[in-house]
């Protein structure tokens, strides 16, 4: 079967089928702020190190259908009720007209059509930001009005990827969620564990006026969790419950109702997901990204990020296939194992028993010289810090901590 296509005019591969034997997963942003996002939209976010300053729950071994860190549903009213479903497939696995993911160079853009709605996301995380932002585009491509609403998801993980998973006493009760209402109106959902409540919060907004909230997931699924990803009670409602979580497992859900589609038109709105000493530390950031050219702009510095480092070094050939690996995804491969080695992906879990090895990081080193010697530089400092004085060195170290095993 074919499952999607190489567009080497984009510089992307374009999966036509969301159901891929395994997750096909692209990295967005660097160590510093970054992660995964998968080909339906989950995302595994982090801040420095995925093992000790993990943002998003996603679970790497659940079935390919099942919710994984984030997702987005758009609810239809009909005159039986609501229509929920994903333009994402997953969680919902409702049957879609089309779906196209384009897995490009630090970004992933999913658009699909499903009944009267054709979605239009770009994923990505700006140059230097310590947020993740989606740009949602919802379009009315049937002949009559429709109301459609947005609700984007987050499900967060205790800071400490590993104990997310190990402690069911204590982890659930340090996990907190709060409101911000700004003077603009505008609403904020915070989320923290309390002991880092002074100094590593995370925070999950958009552009748009919100009608609804959830930041519990019990309240979200509904029916004590009988509810599921795929059919979440909370969207039978007309609104969201307006949960603050003071303990257990944490959500962001915000709940936009933009009002009557007319056909061909095409409403837009902005998430921002990130982590910050405070929320008065990430409003700049903030206030920044809610602005639609700003996004614009930040995905073409990142254009232009991309361009000139591939131009450093290129090879032309006889054959087109080749040239787009030795020029594009070869490159690309290496400045993603700059950044992470093999710390973080679907077969090096992220949660600490390996780290940053040594002689990977060595070999990622030499695959990017010509490329980002500054970066490269970076590194080899990192590595010889863990190195000792007789020459050898330690086999892998943590990034945030540096200890070394």
Same mark, same amino acid.
């Not at 990017?368 to 530089?377: I, T």
């Given at each position: 079967m074919q499952y999607g296509y190489f567009d080497n005019s984009a510089r992307e591969y374009v999966i036509t089928d969301p159901k891929t034997p395994v997750k096909w997963i692209n990295y967005i942003g660097t160590l510093a702020f970054g992660g995964f996002v998968d080909h339906t939209g989950g995302a595994l976010l982090c801040k420095n190190d995925p093992a000790l300053n993990?943002? /998003?729950?996603?679970?790497?071994?659940? =079935?390919?259908?099942? *919710?994984?860190? /984030? /997702?987005?549903?758009?609810?239809?009213?009909?005159?039986?009720?609501?229509?929920? *479903?994903? =333009?994402?497939? $997953?969680p919902c696995l409702v049957p879609y007209q089309s779906f196209e993911c384009h897995v490009g160079l630090g970004y992933m853009r999913i658009v699909s059509r499903v009944g009267a709605i054709e979605s239009d996301v770009t994923i990505f995380v700006p140059r230097g930001a310590d947020c993740e932002v989606r740009r949602i585009r919802v379009k009315n491509i049937s002949n009559g009005p429709v109301q459609a609403d947005i609700i984007p998801v987050v499900e967060y993980t205790h800071f400490d990827a590993l104990k997310q998973l190990t402690n069911a006493d204590w982890v659930p009760q340090t996990m907190q969620s709060e409101l911000v209402e700004q003077a603009d109106g505008q609403k904020v959902l915070l989320q923290y564990a309390f002991m880092r409540k002074q100094f590593a919060i995370n925070y999950f907004t958009s552009n748009a006026a919100v009608d609804s909230? &959830?930041? &519990?997931?019990?309240? *979200?699924?509904?029916?004590?969790?009988?509810?599921?990803?795929?059919? =979440?009670?909370?969207?039978?409602?007309?609104?969201?419950?307006?949960?603050?979580?003071?303990?257990?497992?944490?959500?962001?859900?915000?709940? #936009?109702? =933009?009002?009557?589609?007319?056909?061909?038109? /095409? #409403?837009e709105i902005i998430t921002l997901l990130g982590q910050a000493g405070s929320l008065v530390e990430a409003q700049p950031t903030i206030d920044r990204y809610r602005k639609p050219e700003a996004v614009e702009e930040a995905l073409r510095e990142q254009a232009v990020f991309w361009e000139q480092f591939l131009n450093r070094q290129q090879v032309n050939t006889p054959d087109p296939a080749l040239n787009a690996m030795l020029n594009v995804h070869n490159p690309h491969q290496c400045y993603i194992t700059l950044n992470w080695s093999r710390y973080l992906s679907y077969y090096q879990l992220g949660y600490g028993a390996r780290g940053i090895g040594f002689r990977d990081s060595s070999q990622d080193v030499m695959g $990017?010289?010509?490329?980002?010697?500054?970066?490269?530089?970076a590194l080899m400092r990192k590595l010889l810090g863990v190195q000792r004085r007789n020459g050898s060195a330690y086999h892998q170290f943590n990034p945030l901590s540096m200890i070394a095993s």
């Open positions: 993990r943002i /998003t729950k996603y679970i790497s071994q659940m =079935p390919a259908g099942e *919710f994984k860190g /984030t /997702t987005l549903y758009i609810r239809v009213k009909a005159p039986e009720g609501y229509q929920v *479903f994903s =333009p994402f497939f $997953v909230f &959830d930041t &519990d997931r019990r309240a *979200f699924l509904g029916a004590n969790e009988y509810g599921t990803w795929s059919r =979440p009670f909370g969207l039978l409602n007309e609104q969201l419950s307006n949960s603050i979580a003071a303990r257990g497992d944490n959500i962001a859900a915000l709940l #936009h109702r =933009p009002g009557l589609l007319q056909p061909g038109q /095409t #409403h $990017v010289l010509a490329l980002a010697p500054d970066e490269a530089q």
